[in-house]
């Protein structure tokens, strides 16, 4: 009963501080901003007589979440730190495993909120603006409920960062770097994992004779372990956001299923390294 | 200026985030060189040295921004600022002293690029376009790395908040960012398609003219505003298709004047509290 009580004291806490906080607002406001640009760029197509497509527009804040949200969560958790908050918590009583999980369903559903930021003007001046979605809305649904997973995972990742070191401005550089890497090391296994395992027969001309080229397997295939270790790592919290984007109207359970997964996991490590931390 | 440039070297020595971003600069630049080089003779593929000698151009502001910030950020954090300016040290000669200190990181960890790169080297043979291509593509990233260091001064020196860490990383993201929207825009192709594939087969229609093809005065805008930003020349020297060198090179020496000089103005007027 206590601790139910503890961790509901410092959930409200936490809400407050960020309804108040700067960085917050900001991870909201450039979201916004991207998904007017993104309406903007995409309403151009539209001018001039052709189809403008609202679709892949709408997914982009999947890969763009976790860039905003590693920012925004060393600087929220940081604060903690930084001004002493995180002493005085554990001071007046509360279990360090109600501190830390505290912290990471204020990050969370700050992240969702961030990518709520960028849904919102996306659905309602991006319908009227470019006509309505054309994929179905159960699959829209699940998109968007597979990405805030993702988002959470990802949330979950830089909480654990940011609460296990003390150094707000390393902290900022190891996750907006994580950020970065997880981007870029999405796009790359992206583009080796579609790679076509036979390059197909080909007809082509040559000193005026049609010449055809068989069938041949393609070098750049990736398969075995190779592949095995590649599709696990594509399944990353970030790296997902490209298979999100990627596989959006038939987005598979093992996505979600492996957001939950990291949650778990870094939750699990996270609170049990905390509880030993030395907090100065 | 000698004893604040001897001082921040000093600390630059020690710094973690310095060794750290310059090790990984090395390792990236040899390892992805091997794995590459590597992967294309296996599959018996013809590779050449330059393919992907420049590959590692795109992220080094990425590991100018981390070193910058840090460095920058413990000088606030530490007081040592404060210290420079009350042992009576001009506000001009430590914020010089800084972008120089800044810029000397960044040219070290170009250099950990040119020289992991050299891996490649005894597999594949040297560059097959000469020495003279390659040192040009060097100076240019020499060039926009000193606009990269400029920028990411001026931002740490001047943000000194807690976000000021944050706001350099993220600088560098927006660069490319911008940069990869001017380079989408400009890589439209001026005629469309005049093939269409259907269930018959392949058939030829007439060249028409791409909507989405920007000409004319505004083309030059974009090609000169994509060569301002730093992260614009990184993807043509990634590429190895840099349009235009002299105003590349001219643009950057332009940045790297306007934000020092803007720089060293604001901190004149900056509160150290």
Same mark, same amino acid.
């Given at each position: 009963?206590?601790?139910?009580?503890?961790?509901?004291?410092?959930?409200?806490?936490?809400?407050?501080?960020?309804?108040?906080?700067?960085?917050?607002?900001?991870?909201?406001?450039?979201?916004?901003?991207?998904?007017?640009?993104?309406?903007?760029?995409?309403?151009?197509?539209?001018?001039?007589?052709?189809?403008?497509?609202?679709?892949?527009?709408?997914?982009?804040?999947?890969?763009?979440?976790?860039?905003?949200?590693?920012?925004?969560?060393?600087?929220?958790?940081?604060?903690?730190?930084?001004?002493?908050?995180?002493?005085?918590?554990?001071?007046?009583?509360?279990?360090?495993?109600?501190?830390?999980?505290?912290?990471?369903? !204020?990050?969370?559903?700050?992240? !969702?909120?961030?990518?709520?930021?960028?849904?919102?003007?996306?659905?309602?001046?991006?319908?009227?603006?470019?006509?309505?979605? $054309?994929?179905? %809305?159960?699959?829209?649904?699940?998109?968007?409920?597979?990405?805030?997973?993702?988002?959470?995972?990802?949330?979950?990742?830089?909480?654990?960062?940011?609460?296990?070191?003390?150094?707000?401005?390393?902290?900022?550089?190891?996750?907006?770097?994580?950020?970065?890497?997880?981007?870029?090391?999405?796009?790359?296994?992206?583009?080796?994992?579609?790679?076509?395992?036979?390059?197909?027969?080909?007809?082509?001309?040559?000193?005026?004779?049609?010449? %055809?080229?068989?069938?041949?397997?393609?070098?750049?295939?990736?398969?075995? %372990?190779?592949?095995?270790?590649?599709? =696990?790592?594509?399944?990353?919290?970030?790296?997902?956001?490209?298979?999100?984007?990627? $596989?959006?109207?038939?987005?598979?359970?093992?996505?979600?299923?492996?957001?939950?997964?990291? =949650?778990?996991?870094?939750?699990?490590?996270?609170?049990?390294?905390?509880?030993?931390?030395?907090?100065? | 200026?000698?004893?604040?440039?001897?001082?921040?070297?000093?600390?630059?020595?020690?710094?973690?985030?310095?060794?750290?971003?310059?090790?990984?600069?090395?390792?990236?630049?040899?390892?992805?060189?091997?794995?590459?080089?590597?992967?294309?003779?296996?599959?018996?593929?013809?590779?050449?040295?330059?393919?992907?000698?420049?590959?590692?151009?795109?992220?080094?502001?990425?590991?100018?921004?981390?070193?910058?910030?840090?460095?920058?950020?413990?000088?606030?954090?530490?007081?040592?600022?404060?210290?420079?300016?009350?042992?009576?040290?001009?506000?001009?000669?430590?914020?010089?002293?800084?972008?120089? $200190? %800044?810029?000397?990181?960044?040219?070290?960890?170009?250099?950990?690029?040119?020289?992991? #790169?050299?891996?490649?080297?005894?597999?594949?043979?040297?560059?097959?376009?000469?020495?003279?291509? !390659?040192?040009?593509?060097?100076?240019?990233?020499?060039?926009?790395?000193?606009?990269?260091?400029?920028?990411?001064?001026?931002?740490?020196?001047?943000?000194?908040?807690?976000?000021?860490?944050?706001?350099?990383?993220?600088?560098?993201?927006?660069?490319?960012? #911008?940069?990869?929207?001017?380079?989408?825009?400009?890589?439209?192709?001026?005629?469309?398609?005049?093939?269409?594939?259907?269930?018959?087969?392949?058939?030829?229609?007439?060249?028409?003219?791409?909507?989405?093809?920007?000409?004319?005065?505004?083309?030059?805008?974009?090609?000169?505003?994509?060569?301002?930003?730093?992260?614009?020349?990184?993807?043509?020297?990634?590429?190895?298709?840099?349009?235009?060198?002299?105003?590349?090179?001219?643009?950057?020496?332009? !940045?790297?004047?306007?934000?020092?000089?803007?720089?060293?103005?604001?901190?004149?007027?900056?509160?150290?509290?």
């Amino acid at each position: 009963m206590r601790a139910k009580l503890s961790v509901n004291l410092l959930l409200r806490a936490n809400f407050s501080r960020l309804w108040r906080s700067a960085s917050f607002w900001v991870s909201v406001a450039v979201m916004s901003a991207i998904s007017v640009f993104e309406l903007a760029v995409g309403y151009q197509p539209r001018l001039q007589g052709g189809a403008g497509i609202l679709d892949n527009r709408y997914m982009i804040f999947a890969l763009l979440s976790g860039v905003v949200l590693s920012a925004f969560c060393s600087l929220f958790t940081g604060s903690e730190y930084s001004d002493g908050t995180m002493r005085n918590k554990v001071a007046v009583g509360h279990s360090r495993t109600a501190v830390y999980l505290s912290n990471l369903a !204020v990050c969370a559903a700050a992240g !969702v909120l961030a990518c709520c930021g960028y849904i919102l003007p996306m659905v309602i001046v991006g319908v009227p603006l470019l006509g309505p979605f $054309t994929m179905s %809305v159960s699959s829209l649904l699940w998109f968007t409920l597979c990405a805030f997973i993702m988002t959470a995972a990802m949330c979950a990742i830089f909480t654990m960062i940011a609460m296990l070191n003390q150094n707000k401005a390393v902290v900022a550089v190891i996750c907006i770097f994580l950020a970065y890497f997880l981007l870029f090391l999405g796009i790359y296994l992206n583009t080796r994992l579609t790679e076509q395992a036979v390059i197909p027969a080909r007809e082509y001309i040559e000193n005026g004779q049609i010449l %055809v080229r068989e069938a041949m397997p393609n070098p750049s295939y990736v398969q075995g %372990v190779k592949r095995t270790v590649f599709e =696990i790592l594509y399944g990353l919290p970030g790296c997902q956001a490209v298979q999100l984007l990627a $596989t959006a109207e038939a987005c598979p359970v093992r996505l979600p299923l492996a957001s939950l997964g990291a =949650i778990a996991v870094s939750t699990t490590a996270g609170a049990a390294l905390f509880r030993r931390k030395d907090l100065k | 200026m000698t004893n604040l440039l001897r001082a921040n070297f000093f600390r630059m020595r020690r710094d973690h985030m310095f060794w750290t971003c310059f090790g990984t600069v090395l390792a990236c630049s040899t390892g992805f060189m091997i794995f590459w080089c590597r992967d294309d003779i296996q599959h018996g593929l013809q590779t050449k040295l330059e393919q992907y000698y420049f590959n590692m151009a795109l992220p080094l502001g990425l590991f100018t921004a981390m070193s910058a910030a840090m460095f920058l950020n413990a000088e606030y954090s530490e007081g040592t600022i404060r210290n420079k300016l009350a042992v009576g040290h001009t506000r001009r000669e430590v914020y010089l002293a800084h972008f120089l $200190t %800044v810029l000397t990181a960044s040219l070290f960890f170009v250099a950990a690029w040119l020289i992991g #790169g050299c891996a490649g080297i005894p597999m594949v043979g040297v560059w097959e376009c000469g020495f003279q291509v !390659v040192a040009f593509y060097a100076l240019i990233a020499v060039c926009f790395t000193a606009a990269f260091a400029a920028i990411f001064t001026f931002l740490g020196l001047l943000l000194s908040g807690r976000s000021a860490t944050v706001t350099v990383v993220l600088a560098w993201f927006a660069l490319l960012l #911008g940069a990869s929207v001017i380079e989408n825009i400009l890589s439209e192709p001026e005629f469309a398609s005049g093939i269409i594939i259907t269930a018959e087969g392949m058939q030829t229609t007439d060249l028409g003219l791409n909507p989405h093809y920007v000409s004319g005065a505004l083309r030059t805008f974009y090609e000169f505003l994509r060569d301002v930003i730093p992260a614009g020349q990184a993807i043509q020297v990634q590429s190895m298709a840099v349009l235009d060198p002299l105003r590349a090179l001219l643009c950057d020496l332009g !940045v790297t004047a306007i934000f020092t000089l803007g720089g060293l103005a604001f901190f004149e007027r900056k509160d150290l509290k």
